[in-house]
């Protein structure tokens, strides 16, 4: 029996996709315990919650949230994404469990959904807004009533956390790309 065309490329391009990031001598410092023992290091203890801590204010270390590095010679836009999405996400977590254990209150699974979109938008370029809607899991009408309506007004407080807290670990300082008019200090 034939496969559909789509199935076929699928199971074609994900060897090649590890092939090619392998042959390039992929390297990233969530693959390197040694690396990440540095940056844990690096890490400013206070965390991102207290009033006035800055983690990454200008000239501070910023490495808990940087992207993850991969060698190759080309910007491959699938990866690049995955990896810093990933790091967002896996900051995000990093910032929740800081912030149960100092404040001694655990999260509501809707808050922490709410965090990790925020700390993932502003990864992807987002200025972070607050959305005009949920998504789209709290739209099924068991979120209609006061019960389902409290998990999203959640959602938009954890988006609201996540937003400012993905500041201070500095996210959105990495989404910028070099353009001739950019000048060191600016």
């Known amino acids: 029996m034939r496969q559909p ?6 199971a074609r391009l994900v060897p090649a996709v590890v092939l090619v990031l392998l042959a390039a001598g992929c390297a990233s410092s969530w693959m390197n315990g040694q690396q990440n023992a540095v940056h844990t290091a690096e890490v400013n ?3 991102p919650y207290e009033a006035g801590a800055a983690c990454c204010a200008p000239g501070a270390s910023c490495a808990r949230c940087k992207p993850p590095a991969y060698c190759s010679p ?5 990866v690049d994404d995955f990896l810093f999405r990933k790091k967002a996400s ?3 977590n990093t910032a929740m469990k800081r912030y149960e254990e100092q404040s001694g209150q655990e999260l509501s ?3 922490r959904a709410g965090v990790r979109q925020a700390y993932i938008d502003l990864a992807d370029g987002s200025w972070g807004l607050m959305p005009a809607v949920p998504p789209e899991e709290y739209w099924k ?7 389902g309506q409290h998990e999203a007004q959640q959602w938009f407080a954890g988006y609201d956390s996540g937003v400012q807290w993905a500041r201070q670990d ?7 790309v ?3 008019g950019m000048h060191s200090g600016y």
């Open 170 to 176: 500095g996210i959105d300082q990495y989404r910028k």
């Open 5 to 10: 065309l789509m199935q076929n490329r699928a």
């Open 109 to 111: 699974s809707a808050f």
């Open 178 to 180: 070099a353009t001739p």
């Open 141 to 147: 009408a068991e979120h209609r009533r006061p019960a």
């Open 90 to 92: 896996r900051c995000a």
């Open 45 to 47: 203890q206070a965390g």
């Open 74 to 78: 080309w910007y491959i836009d699938c």
